[in-house]
């Protein structure tokens, strides 16, 4: 008989602790990696931004606004190869007020020229810059809503007062998956001509394209332009700039990373406890095993052995149920819900690479204290226990 399947044979002796280890292995895998996803998650749309977009802020917050008129300016610096902007409108559905989505006032001239991932038919994008109270609505956001091209539409705003009425011209697509497909864009014109005297000819940011410079250059230059005036800004290439907003949320992360790492060594935990009972059940055995010519190594191979092949059928099932309980479940929901956070929300071959790699490793760690106890085994002293 070969070691590999004496192993196979000493692994399901006790079927139903080896079964109810390979669940436990599975949940802390499964667990493992929802936790690394999340992370994954919110760093996607940093690590998918596109190199050679700017996007230039107030310098002292995200949430104050600037001049319109520093459009222009932005727009006649070298390196600047066009230019638009945004103001968060901050809009809800009356009747679906628990429901969150963006709403965002924007040039309608420019904004899809600087978004080129976000596709909306022609037809469709002539028509909404003729009409001033028309919007664009992601294609999602419109089904959830059962949104129609022709619709007139009623938004609230949680931020500029009273209800404001609107047409819906078309609907967008993303050819990036990190494009949030729940977003509304209205005219920014049509906004600044009902808002508040407060708020008027002022934009949330705004998001250039380079070209001969870099974007790190091209941000330099913008800031330099405004360090003179009362309002200074803050220019970012795009993905430095989701960055930044991940740097409020960092402890959080610093959490789920340690909560990940304190899953694994549970996962080592309960591996190592099946082992060593298992170790201790066939002391007699390997005595048996030892004294017809079985070495030490040998005695080695199995306890390892056996502790792999438990690692490797727990994270295998604990990677299936991870592609349907994140992939298929909880990704689907929060890509169709909240996609303004979670665009892309799914098990990653990096993560599943890591997962198994983790849950191989602690199986070898977990054993390796019983594996060098059985390999110590005296052969006169385990004999003993026979009978």
């Known amino acids: 008989m070969s070691l590999l399947r004496l192993a196979a044979t000493n692994l399901f002796r006790n079927r139903l602790r080896s079964i109810l280890t390979m669940l436990g292995v599975s949940v802390a895998v499964l667990t493992f990696l929802l936790l690394r996803t999340v992370i994954w998650a919110w760093n996607v749309a940093a690590d998918e931004a596109v190199p050679d977009r700017v996007v230039t802020r107030h310098k002292v917050t995200f949430i104050m606004t600037l001049p319109k008129r520093y459009v222009e300016e932005v727009r006649a610096i070298d390196g600047v190869r066009e230019a638009t902007w945004g103001l968060w409108w901050g809009g809800r559905e009356p009747n679906h007020t628990s429901e969150f989505f963006a709403t965002l006032a924007v040039d309608p001239d420019t904004w899809f020229d600087v978004y080129e991932e976000m596709i909306v038919p022609p037809e469709d994008l002539a028509a909404w810059r003729e009409d001033r109270q028309g ?22 705003s949680t931020i500029y007062p009273g209800d404001w009425q609107f047409h819906v011209k078309g609907t967008y697509v993303g050819t990036r998956k990190t494009v949030d497909r729940q977003t509304v864009m209205l005219h920014w014109d049509y906004f600044n001509e009902q808002a508040p005297d407060t708020f008027k000819e002022q934009v949330g940011w705004i998001v250039s394209r380079t070209s001969g410079a870099t974007p790190t250059e091209v941000g330099r230059r913008i800031d330099q332009k405004f360090d003179v005036q009362d309002i200074q800004t803050v220019s970012q290439d795009e993905a430095t700039f989701q960055r930044s907003f991940l740097a409020g949320f960092s402890m959080i992360l610093l ?14 935990m309960i591996l190592g406890n099946t082992v060593a009972m298992g170790v201790r059940e066939r002391v007699p055995e390997y005595g048996v095993l030892r004294a017809i010519g079985f070495l030490p190594s040998h005695l080695v191979a199995l306890v390892v052995g056996e502790a792999v092949t438990l690692g490797i059928l727990g994270g295998l099932l604990g990677l299936a149920l991870g592609y349907v309980v994140i992939n298929l479940l909880i990704g689907r929901w929060l890509e169709e819900n909240i996609s303004g956070f979670f665009p892309y929300f799914n098990v990653t071959s990096w993560n599943a690479l890591l997962a198994m790699v983790a849950s191989i490793a602690l199986a070898v760690v977990a054993s390796a204290f019983p594996a060098f106890r059985a390999s110590r085994l005296r052969v006169v002293d385990a004999l003993r226990r026979v009978g």
């Open 135 to 156: 919007i664009i609505v992601g294609d999602l956001l419109a089904q959830k809503f059962g949104w129609e091209k022709g619709d007139t539409v009623t938004l609230e």
């Open 255 to 268: 959490a789920i990373n340690f909560v990940s790492g304190a899953i694994l060594l549970i996962l080592g």
